[in-house]
């Protein structure tokens, strides 16, 4: 059973940044690429980026140049660096492996951007 728990979301102004983190316990698939999902009101969950073990780097077209992914894999732990955030970013961001989730979701952690 893998445990995964996302934190560092909150409220911020349209342009404002934030660095959410995720860690991983239990029975991880190694190698496997990791990604950062998130879910707004009333839609889809959505893959947002993922990172290959080897550090290899995917981001959906909303997010480029503005989200920045990382990991570092001795501690299991993933990064979501966020800049120059906008409205339509607000959402319950997730971590999970990537494309497919593989692992039981953990509870997520909630961006608002707003003024």
């Known amino acids: 059973q893998v445990q995964i728990v996302e934190s560092g979301g909150g409220l911020v102004q349209p342009g404002g940044s934030l660095r959410l983190s995720c860690s991983a316990s239990?029975?991880?698939?190694?190698?496997?690429?990791m990604g950062w999902y998130r879910q707004a009101p009333g839609k889809e969950r959505e893959l947002v980026a993922d990172?290959?073990?080897?550090?290899?780097?995917n981001y959906a077209s909303s997010v480029k140049g503005r989200f920045i992914i990382s990991r570092n894999n001795a501690k299991n732990t993933w990064y979501l660096r966020m800049i120059d955030l906008k409205p339509e970013d607000t959402a319950v961001y997730y971590c999970?492996?990537?494309?497919?989730?593989?692992?039981?979701w953990g509870q997520g952690t909630q961006v608002t951007v707003s003024s």
């Open positions: 239990g029975s991880l698939f190694s190698g496997y690429p």
């Open positions: 999970n492996t990537a494309p497919r989730d593989l692992y039981t």
């Open positions: 990172i290959a073990d080897a550090g290899f780097t």
